[in-house]
């Protein structure tokens, strides 16, 4: 009832007020930082937004201003940065868990980029298993099970259903990415369900980790192209193993604000055909 008391009551909730100030400051920092350079045209987020206080500072009903500015990067930060990080290290667990498929991920990146020196996002359209694996991990392990929260602005009828006016609702994903009609396997790690009889690359309509309309996540594409090059850079580099003496992998999650993997060790062991350093095609 009274959240505001949360920040004069003790106790290890106080650990967050730390690090919210922390990033916070950080920001801010930035904005300074852009505020003080010479006049250009706005090359990043922070630019564009001061652009647009400037502009709209004779607005009275304007919400552009530093504070909500601060909020907005803040909401970028955490529904881009912890969701990425965490899908990540769901597709390491499962590369350890389905030793084939990893390697037969590394097998196609040799022989597609042989001695490139780093991949590109264009990459993808030569690589439609690793693209297929990394679906699949997104897929069985979406790290959001239920979409924004969103209201009914009208009255409205779903499937014989009323609605009405104001309603809260929250999209179930997971239902969806776990449908026995839309899926072969849906319980099973199958990079097959991305895949056609002769292995090309195919999409699947049901394939919504990133939510799907009007609220569709606005990180959507920057998420896949860092998730593709951290993903292929990462198989390319290293062989990832359990270390000697390890009880084995829990698969299981942990239910918070995204669906954690559980906290474990895994070994980088460092591959003999990682490419050679050296000049890529097309960089000069």
């Given amino acids: 009832m009274f959240p505001w008391a949360l920040r004069h009551l003790p106790g290890p909730h106080q650990q967050i007020f730390r690090y919210q100030e922390a990033v916070r400051g950080f920001i801010r920092y930035e904005i300074i930082r852009h505020k003080l350079k010479k006049p250009e045209a706005p090359k990043d987020f922070i630019s564009c937004y001061l652009a647009r206080i400037t502009k709209a500072m004779d607005d009275p009903v304007s919400t552009f201003n530093e504070e909500n500015l601060i909020q907005v990067v803040i909401d970028l930060f955490l529904g881009g940065t912890d969701t990425t990080a965490t899908t990540l290290r769901w597709a390491l667990i499962y590369m350890v868990h389905h030793g084939a498929i990893q390697e037969r991920v590394q097998q196609e990146l040799d022989t597609v980029l042989g001695t490139a020196q780093a991949v590109c996002y264009e990459d993808r359209e030569r690589l439609p298993y690793a693209r297929a694996v990394l679906h699949e991990v997104q897929r069985l392990s979406s790290v959001v099970a239920v979409g ?43 990079p097959g369900h991305f895949l056609d009889k002769d292995g090309n690359f195919v999409v699947n309509e049901a394939f919504l980790p990133f939510s799907a309309g009007h609220r569709v996540c606005p990180g959507d594409q920057l998420a896949r192209m860092e998730l593709f090059l951290m993903f292929t850079t990462l198989l390319r580099t290293f062989r990832f193993q359990l270390p000697e003496g390890s009880p084995g992998l829990r698969l299981d999650y942990i239910f918070g604000g995204t669906l954690q993997p559980q906290s474990q060790e895994i070994c980088a062991v460092p591959r003999l055909c990682s490419p050679s350093p050296g000049p890529k095609e097309g960089d000069l």
């Fill in 148 to 190: 924004a929260v969103r209201q009914c602005v009208t009255s409205t009828c779903v499937r014989g259903y009323y609605i009405p006016k104001g309603t809260v609702i929250l999209p179930n994903l997971a239902s969806v990415l776990y449908d026995p009609e839309c899926w072969e396997t849906p319980r099973q790690f199958n």
